[in-house]
């Protein structure tokens, strides 16, 4: 059966209007259970992508995994600066502690349909935001970051990313400590013309 989506969501709109990101900074437990990060998992993997060819998936770290990669992430920037001190050292080892749940986003570039690029990666991007909305309307906070570990090689090896992929993003997921704040957003009217077809 084809089922059409029709009728309004106010609460939606609502929400899109009101979300905001939670700072990993200020994240805390709890985090989403099993069910609810596949509740978020399944939103999210439904957005639009031409060609159907499915240019993303989901890499979820939460409990011991999350100490394992920062020994990563501390390996990898001990091998960049020789001369690093530990409380640089300490960060990275603590960087994936902020929250109880980090989802990677993978872009994973196909090449058996002539999709560009350009449109694949796009679609990750939707991935992304959407595992934000969702988590919001799941009653969670959530940080999409990439930071300088999405690009390090030595990171995104032991990640297991092969060819072709990138890190879209890291999205940590928990709850708020802390109250959030607004940051300054474009005044529409200066973002939005109409195209008349006159010029
Ligand atoms: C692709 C991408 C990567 C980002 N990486 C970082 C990052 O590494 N560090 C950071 O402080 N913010 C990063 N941000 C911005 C945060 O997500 C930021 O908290 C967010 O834009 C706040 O906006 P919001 O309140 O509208 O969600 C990134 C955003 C995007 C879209």
């Known amino acids: 059966m084809i089922e059409l ?24 437990e709890p985090g989403p259970d099993a069910g609810q990060l596949r509740q ?3 939103a999210a993997s439904r957005v639009p992508d031409h060609g159907k060819l499915f240019p993303w998936r989901f890499l979820v770290i939460e409990g011991d995994a999350r100490a394992k990669l920062g020994e990563v992430l501390e390996e990898a920037l001990v091998v960049r600066n020789a001369g690093v001190g530990e409380s640089l050292k300490r960060f990275e080892r603590n960087r994936f502690l902020r929250a109880p749940v980090i989802v990677t986003v993978i872009s994973s570039l196909k ?20 595992v934000l909305v969702a988590a919001a309307a799941a009653g969670f ?25 990138k890190i879209a993003g890291f999205i940590y997921i928990g709850t708020g400590t802390a109250p959030l704040e607004e940051r300054p957003r474009p005044v529409l ?8 077809g006159s010029n």
């Open 5 to 28: 989506f029709q009728g309004s969501s106010p609460e939606t709109l609502d929400l899109l209007h009101r979300r905001r990101s939670t700072s990993a900074k200020a994240m805390g």
């Open 40 to 42: 978020i998992l399944q």
């Open 111 to 130: 090449t058996e349909k002539p999709i560009p690029e350009w449109e694949q990666r796009l679609s990750a991007g939707a991935v992304c935001q959407t």
């Open 141 to 165: 906070g959530a940080n999409w970051l990439t930071e300088w570990c999405a690009y390090d090689e030595l990171v995104t090896e032991k990640l297991g990313l092969a060819e072709g992929e």
């Open 189 to 196: 009217d200066e973002i939005v013309e109409h195209w008349t």
